[in-house]
DNA sequence: GAACGCTGTTTAGCACACCTGAACACTTAA
DNA sequence: TTAAGTGTTCAGGTGTGCTAAACAGCGTTC
């Protein structure tokens, strides 16, 4: 009997499968790491640390270097090659993504869900664009950002329940909404208009305008937005300008993607 | 005792995350896959896979579904994000291939070394380059490819020898080679010619022209190439015009590199 | 419509694989 | 030299991740 003590959560399936995954995820917040600094990280001995690391690096997902330090490998992008394959209007979207920096001399990128969260799968830099943490791949949570409430809005009720109850609804600024009831109100308005707006919900002085691209059926197959500091966007450009310049890409998009 | 009969090669560490491992690439091999699928083609049991792939969909490395069929989740992506940074010259290399593909009219590619395989980081498409099976994340052999000569030949003898026992030396067409001593000797003209070439080892009625990228001490970074089909590319411009572009491209980042 | 054949899922139970803790070899610093 | 680090190895027992079989749901087929 495990002392009926383990957390809230299910107990996970595979032990030593999640101690592979967590060593990995180390190395992808710190870049690169040694033995013991990843064993003390994650609460298991040296021994089993460096049992995984060996492991892993006989299958190329990690390197080690020449002062016993181990990194990731890049056998990873092979294998998010696969993963990204199965989003096919992501080439569209590039394009589109492309010519939204380039108008509005802003940032621009295309992002779509999984498990719950948003992924970022395309930016382009306008020639003023502000710089934001942000990278192919990123992940991010959904109720507090502009994509991300225009992908909230387009799921079915029941879905959108379940997101919340697994994320949660962290407070990123002091504008992020952190109500329920709130978040729901705003989803109503973002499917009246088709667009869906941050305002300093995720970084202070950081805004965004993202509207959602959808198939024939309705339901969502990513979102297109564009990101600037609020000094820069007026009431005009935030409202009209790049709005308009959004749905304009939108169209494209869906367009193309439906005579596929 | 484990009874003496193990492969040659050592005791896999450990057999969970071999496991693992083996369905991830199962499932990047054949893009979407189903529990029984993979059981047979790995050899374990069923329930084995399922509790594997379980563990995975909570750490959101797959994604089941609605017909319970499994594929590679997009986290692949972000984990990758961190495995390139590591890669210094990325940036300065994508500018150059991008011309490099521009001029050429072929396609051009960046790769670098790790683990004894070339890893392609980045392809540019002229307006009549060729289309190959090639893709960023890609993997290749070394002793069949100009970017991979190019690598081998700037690399300690030993190391080279110790990739070909690894990883021996396949061969993929009539040109390929794969005898040890003729490599070497290749390997030799290549140095001194600072170039290598490719004529047909990979694929048949393809050709190859490639050059390594050095830091100051003199090791190799990783190389350039320009690719394209055995008819188009006559003696003087596969022989000059496109080796004087490669080199002039080889320069400017190892200038620019060196600045860092 | 019931029996089949195919899924993915669940369960019981046991061998053994994976963890831990400590010892080891080695480097760097004091 | 000593000490405090590191990564690596090892023995050993516990608990875990296997296997095999049964279960539950689908479609298809006869």
């Known amino acids: 009997m ?17 101690t592979t995954l967590d060593i990995i995820d180390t190395l992808r917040e710190r870049g690169i790491a040694g033995v013991t600094e990843i064993a003390t990280e994650i609460g298991v001995s040296k021994g089993t640390v460096y049992n995984h690391l060996v492991t892993l690096e006989e299958n190329d997902y990690v ?31 590039k394009t589109e993504v492309d010519k939204l920096a380039e108008k509005s001399d802003e940032m621009a990128l295309f992002t779509v869900e999984e498990h719950g969260m948003g992924v970022c799968l395309y930016v382009a830099y306008g020639d003023q664009a502000v710089q934001t943490p942000l990278y192919v791949g990123h992940r991010s949570e959904l109720h507090h950002t502009a994509v991300g409430k225009a992908i909230l809005a387009h799921l079915p009720r029941e879905r959108v329940e379940a997101i ?62 564009i990101i600037g500091p609020s000094s820069r966007l007026d009431e005009e450009r935030f409202q009209r300008e790049l709005p308009d310049m959004i749905m304009r890409s939108v169209n494209i998009i869906e367009i193309n993607s439906t005579s596929l």
């Open 63 to 93: 390197v080690k270097d020449e002062d016993d330090r181990y990194h990731l490998g890049l056998r990873f992008i092979d294998v998010s090659h696969q993963a990204t394959s199965r989003v096919p209007i992501l080439e569209l979207a």
């Open 2 to 18: 495990p002392s009926a003590a383990d957390p809230p959560n299910d107990r996970k399936r595979i032990q030593a499968v999640q």
């Open 164 to 225: 919340i109850d697994q994320r949660g609804l962290t407070k990123q600024t002091e504008h992020t909404i952190t109500d329920r009831e709130t978040l729901f109100e705003q989803l109503e308005e973002v499917r009246k208009r088709g667009l869906a707006f941050n305002e300093q919900e995720t970084i202070h002085g950081l805004v965004g305008v993202g509207a959602p691209i959808k198939d024939q059926d309705g339901s969502v197959l990513g979102a297109l937005s």
